[in-house]
């Protein structure tokens, strides 16, 4: 479920962009200069890319905050891998989008180790 504030937010940059296509329709429609809209374009676009952003931010920080949480609870303490886990749990507020992607492989990978290991010792 996404956050109510971050729903808000979203539909309100939509219907800004709704309102710049109309605008590009109505400019289209009376042969307006290219160049306006082309720039009209830009905006809209830049407005679509944001909210997406805001979207896949919700969606990967969530699942990799849930990836995290989940390796620590596999880890009893002396899985080998603390460190990293901490490490990857400490930066988790600051990742950037790009980031959470590679964390998020990072993580499974540490989660895969642990779970292996203690099928391995019977725990």
């Not at 830049?46 to 931010?57: C, E, N, R, S, W």
């Not at 609870?73 to 460190?83: L, R, S, T």
């Amino acid at each position: 479920m996404i956050p109510k504030d971050l729903t808000k937010d979203i539909k309100t940059r939509l219907k800004s962009i709704k309102g710049q296509v109309d605008g590009l329709i109505k400019m289209l429609d009376e042969g307006k200069d290219p160049e306006k809209i082309l720039l009209q374009f830009k905006a809209a676009k830049k407005g679509l890319d944001k909210a997406h952003y805001l979207l896949l931010d919700e969606t990967y920080r969530k699942a990799l905050a849930i990836k995290i949480s989940e390796t620590v609870e596999a880890c009893p303490g002396n899985c080998g891998n603390e460190d990293r886990i901490e490490f990857i749990r400490q930066q988790f507020p600051h990742l950037q989008l790009d980031s959470l992607t590679q964390k998020m492989k990072e993580i499974a990978v540490l989660k895969e180790r642990i779970g292996n290991a203690n099928e391995k010792s019977g725990s």
